[in-house]
């Protein structure tokens, strides 16, 4: 190090740190609101500043990872400078692109002009055109937002990013784009998975990675099921208070609507599979679904992997309520476990008899809800399974929450005489 002490680069570090440390006792407290928002805008200009110049020297670093015998330059930076690895293996990535390919961005984060977090964005929008623009296009792109970087932050320079050829060659944008969308469809393509582990506690982790495409419909699906509000108030304050689902988190809404989604599946709609349109079963003995307490099989343990501890179990109380609405099938068993009732589609209200409950009952029919009855389930008074008849006389609308709760052994049900439901948690 001594031996390199009078480098132009190590002398300008040891004045810079000098100068630091002359203002280490300074207390900002009396600094004007001038003085402070001059400070901060300096500040972060000089960091851009000795942040290119750190990218510089990293950059032409190679052979101190070979003298140290580290496997690579952003390896020994993390282990030296006791930062992440992540962090130093993107800085290499953008010390090598600033050294050999990008000489316009270099030169905005010498001049204080471009701060690392934008760099950052800049390269991934030039990287992200398509291989055909030719290099003269790429470096009035790169000039276009590396100009911006003075008005837009992070966020903003990526949207302009995504669209720099309508304003630089707007002649070829179009073609280009469309090469581009074209090559993210196939590697999309080619990386769609999607994988189901049991985690042990009655729950399954789903993970999936689709086409955005494909991810923007399901979450279209799925706001639609995550926001059924019926607007009573003029104001915002009473639309927040009137949606009974406000109060949950957004993952959780979220993740109740995927659940409510497959129950509203049309079964008929999806491929034949064994000869028959794809179904799920729910196997029953006949005592246990007329028990309040009880269990149901799901027919299709083994389809997910992982733990099997809960496998495809569920409540009577699950089962019955799954016989309302979905196409789920439930199978009754005798004590010799050989079907004797196989459940049919019929039990199902049709659409017809659907309009006619939603133009009787408008709402879900629980006291005191309001959620709107097209988000509503059909549910039968007389439940189906002791014989009750699918018909209007039978049928109430009740919401996804309350539906849940007329099959929930931990509460009691009274019709009320306008034909509203009241809720009575057990004792």
């Known amino acids: 190090m001594s031996a390199l002490v009078g480098h132009p680069i190590l002398a300008a570090v040891a004045d810079i740190r000098g100068l630091l440390k002359g203002v280490a006792g300074a207390n900002p407290?009396?600094?004007?609101?001038?003085?402070?928002?001059?400070?901060?805008?300096?500040?972060v200009a000089a960091e851009a500043q000795l942040v290119e110049l750190r990218l510089r020297v990293l950059a032409d670093a190679g052979d101190l990872a070979d003298a140290t015998g580290a496997k690579d330059t952003a390896g020994w930076l993390a282990h030296q400078t006791r930062t992440r690895f992540s962090d130093a293996r993107a800085d290499m990535g953008l010390a090598t692109v600033l050294d050999r390919e990008r000489p316009v961005l270099a030169a905005g984060m010498r001049e204080g002009a471009v701060t690392l977090a934008q760099a950052h964005v800049i390269r991934r929008a030039l990287d992200a055109l398509p291989a055909a623009v030719d290099t003269d296009t790429v470096t009035r792109a790169e000039a276009h937002l590396v100009g911006c970087a003075g008005e837009f932050g992070p966020k903003e320079l990526g949207r302009i990013g995504r669209r720099?050829?309508?304003?630089?060659?707007?002649?070829?944008?179009?073609?280009?784009?469309?090469?581009?969308?074209?090559d993210l469809e196939t590697a999309a393509a080619e990386r769609t998975r999607m994988t189901m582990r049991r985690q042990g506690d009655g729950t399954t982790r789903i993970s999936a990675l689709v086409p955005d495409a494909v991810a923007t419909r399901l979450a279209t699906y799925l706001e639609a099921f995550a926001n059924p509000r019926a607007q009573r108030g003029e104001n915002a304050e009473d639309a927040q208070t009137s949606d009974p689902f406000t109060r949950l988190p957004?993952?959780?809404?979220?993740?109740?609507?995927?659940?409510?989604f497959l129950e509203t599946v049309d079964p008929s709609r999806l491929p034949v599979h064994g000869g028959d349109a794809t179904t799920v079963i729910v196997t029953i003995p006949l005592d246990s679904l007329r028990a309040e307490l009880a269990t149901a099989d799901l027919i299709g343990a083994g389809l997910v992997p992982g733990d099997?501890?809960?496998?495809?179990?569920?409540?009577?109380?699950?089962a019955r309520r799954l016989a309302c609405t979905a196409k789920i099938l439930p199978a009754v068993l005798d004590g010799t476990s050989l079907p004797v009732d196989l459940g049919r589609a019929k039990r199902l209200f049709t659409p017809a008899q659907r309009k006619a409950l939603l133009i009787r009952d408008h709402a879900c029919r629980a006291e005191g809800c309001d959620v709107p009855g097209s988000w509503c389930d059909a549910h039968h008074l007389d439940?189906?399974?002791?014989?009750?008849?699918?018909?209007?006389?039978?049928?109430?609308l009740l919401c996804p929450h309350h539906h849940h709760r007329v099959h929930d052994t931990g509460y009691r049900t009274d019709r009320l005489p306008n034909g509203d439901l009241r809720f009575h948690r057990r004792t």
């Open 250 to 260: 957004y993952p959780r809404r979220m993740g109740e609507a995927f659940a409510r």
């Open 383 to 396: 439940p189906w399974h002791t014989g009750g008849p699918t018909d209007l006389a039978n049928a109430v």
């Open 164 to 182: 720099v050829l309508d304003v630089i060659a707007p002649e070829i944008a179009e073609a280009a784009e469309a090469a581009r969308l074209a």
């Open 29 to 43: 407290t009396f600094m004007t609101v001038d003085d402070k928002a001059a400070a901060l805008r300096e500040l």
């Open 308 to 318: 099997d501890l809960t496998g495809d179990r569920i409540t009577a109380s699950q």
